[in-house]
């Protein structure tokens, strides 16, 4: 039997007026402590189908102040139930936690930093990344923006920050996609759909940009003074590299003479490990890239990241002058396989991304190849 306790007398009268109210919920005293008790929805993972008797651990303490506030969050329970929006998330986990204790913003953006490397293996260089270029600078505009502007609800800072980045713009999307992920993980309920303001941006800027030829990609090496850096240049160039993977790879093949001078991009890197083969393989020999020859940049990723070996390529192109950006290599090796037939499944593995990414990025091109194969078929029954 529990032990009696000072609050108990109240505790009754409040659970009496739940009661008489018909809100379906109890309060229940477990030692210092106040929790709910009702018929609730199954739980996350729960077998069960039909909502039955359970207790929402509030964590309240057994006190005048846990009593009344208790009660209110009943009456709230109760309102979501009706409503059909209860949702255990709100009552369990690291989310609940930050609820309880009013975590202010910048508390509740580092829990959420807590949990996105919790979900991934520990030490992946790509998840810092990731999270360094994606996730911590719109945060970071989130907090400053709320902290300017200290009137507005977390929901009206979120729309403020979107709406400072450019509309149509890949930053919109990756803040989009950073601030969506925030407002899950603290079961925030958004009136507008952050994807409302996702914009346009996509595989109209791919295909609306001009890529370099391969006589100007063969040209502009030639111009490039550093060894090191034509090998690099020419290896992103003949397998479609990013900028960053050039300097995780396994190219043992490459250097023993393999005659498909295969390539193995490692695991560290964004997208992980697969095998790129070249396109054209006559490059390899052109740009003598069986005698590897990396610059000396640090690959050390407990003391840099993914973007920062990234940042210096670009830097390198920039102070060569070379005429189009690292990734345009990139799109013009994709755009060459398509030409060559290369079946698009294949391509998008070697690139390191899906198929609808790359059907999407490449969808002039793919469609172009489809229609004059279409017609060369139709020409030849004839």
């Known amino acids: 039997m529990t032990a009696s306790h000072p609050l108990d007398l ?10 008489a109210a018909r809100l379906g919920l ?55 139930l009706i409503q059909n929006s209860f949702d255990w998330r709100d009552y369990l986990g690291p989310v609940a936690v930050l609820h309880r204790a009013g975590a202010n913003l910048e508390e509740q953006i580092a829990a959420f930093q807590q949990q996105f490397f919790a979900e991934r293996p520990l030490g992946n260089a790509s998840a810092r990344t990731t999270w360094e270029k994606a996730y911590a600078p719109y945060l970071r505009k989130l907090a400053a923006i709320a902290a300017q502007h200290r009137a507005y609800s977390l929901p009206e800072a979120i729309y403020a ?10 930053s919109r999307q990756v803040c989009c996609t950073a601030l969506n992920a925030f407002a899950e993980f603290l079961n925030l309920a958004l009136p507008t ?32 003074p550093n060894p090191a850096w034509q090998f690099v240049y020419g290896m992103m160039a003949t397998y479609g ?46 740009f003598n890239l069986r005698q590897v020859n990396l610059p000396p940049v640090s690959t050390d990723l407990s003391r840099t990241t993914l973007q920062r070996v990234g940042q210096q390529v670009s830097t390198q192109f920039r102070r060569y002058q070379i005429p189009f950006s690292p990734y345009d290599l990139r799109h013009a090796w994709a755009i060459r396989t398509i030409h060559m037939g290369l079946p698009d499944t294949v391509a998008a593995k070697m690139m390191g991304h899906s198929v609808q990414i790359h059907n999407r990025t490449y969808h002039r091109w793919i469609s172009r190849r489809d229609q004059q194969a279409a017609v060369t078929t139709a020409l030849s029954r004839s």
């Open 26 to 80: 109890k309060i229940d005293r477990r030692g210092d402590r106040l929790s709910l008790r009702g018929t609730l929805p199954p739980r996350p993972g729960s077998p069960k189908l039909r909502s039955h008797q359970q207790r929402i651990p509030l964590g309240l303490p057994a006190t005048k102040a846990g009593l009344k506030q208790i009660e209110q969050e009943a009456k709230l329970i109760a309102a979501r």
């Open 193 to 224: 759909e952050l994807k409302a303001y996702w914009g346009r941006y996509g595989s109209s800027q791919t295909q609306a940009r001009s890529l370099p030829t391969d006589e100007q990609i063969l040209a502009t090496y030639a111009e490039i």
């Open 161 to 170: 920050t979107l709406q400072s980045t450019r509309a149509n713009s890949r």
């Open 241 to 286: 590299l990013r900028n960053h993977e050039v300097f995780f790879c396994d190219y043992r093949a490459l250097k023993s003479g393999d005659s498909e001078a295969i390539i193995e991009v490692q695991e560290t890197t964004k997208t992980g490990l697969h095998d790129v083969w070249p396109f054209y393989p006559e490059w390899v020999e052109r």
């Open 10 to 19: 109240a505790l009754a009268q409040v659970n009496q007026r739940l009661k």
